[in-house]
């Protein structure tokens, strides 16, 4: 008698299982939490007022810093950016935003003050 050593049955295999977006965020603390990192944008002095308050610290600005700073989208942010600022290209301030000479407000009135004292 011959016997065969074969299996008789199916064969399992098993693969991983790919986790869809709905699964990610089951709990209700997980969803407050993507919500709340989302970016609200803020009325347009607002914005304004805290670009020049970031300027006032320091004259040349990356544009990921601003984004932290403000707490604004970056297409909402770099609209305010166009309007107030100057992008430099070239060294050594490379890919930093800089104040327009028209809103650099704050050195005229150090420069002022420096005089009177």
């Known amino acids: 008698a011959v016997v065969s050593t074969q299996s008789t049955g199916a064969v399992n295999s098993f693969r991983p299982s790919t986790v869809s977006q709905k699964q990610l965020y089951t709990t209700r603390a997980q969803k407050e939490e993507k919500l709340a990192a989302k970016r609200i944008r803020l009325d347009k002095a607002t914005v304004e007022s805290m670009i020049l308050k970031a300027f006032k610290k320091n004259q040349y600005i ?40 028209e809103y650099r407000h704050y050195e005229s009135s150090a420069s002022k003050e420096m005089e009177t004292d």
């Open 62 to 101: 990356s544009q990921k810093n601003l984004i932290s700073i403000t707490g604004q989208p970056e297409a909402y942010l770099k609209e305010f950016l166009s309007e107030m600022c100057v992008y430099n290209t070239k060294a050594p301030h490379k890919n930093t935003w800089e104040l327009k000479p």
